[in-house]
């Protein structure tokens, strides 16, 4: 079997073929001036989404301040029972979600 005249003929059979011609990557065609851009509504919300994150602070400061205040005069109480459950519920939700 001979596969090197195979090869050539089909080369040159896709070289022949006509092609419709595509501009080179870094050439640009000016826009014309009746040219519109329209943005989605999804876009848009995603958008004021983005917008409202950026906005919300990290921490609460204000409850922050009370906490402290809270320790500092003996008032805040901690609930072992309550933060075990917390903790075991997050390592349940991390172990579901890595099966």
């Known amino acids: 079997m001979k596969i090197e005249g195979t090869i ?3 080369s040159s059979l896709l ?3 006509s092609r419709p011609k595509t501009q080179a990557a870094g ?10 851009v329209e943005i ?11 917008a409202a994150i950026a906005a919300t602070p990290t ?3 204000a409850r922050v301040a009370e906490l402290r ?5 003996g008032r805040f109480k901690m609930d072992a ?3 075990a459950d917390g903790l075991l519920a997050s390592v349940r ?7």
């Open 69 to 73: 205040q809270a320790i500092a005069e």
């Open 59 to 61: 921490v609460d400061r």
């Open 93 to 99: 939700e991390m172990l579901e979600a890595k099966s």
């Open 8 to 10: 050539k003929a089909a």
């Open 15 to 17: 070289a022949n073929e």
């Open 27 to 36: 050439s640009r065609q000016a826009a014309s001036p009746d040219a519109k």
């Open 40 to 50: 989605s509504s999804l876009s848009s919300s995603l958008g004021k989404a983005e």
């Open 81 to 83: 029972n309550r933060i």
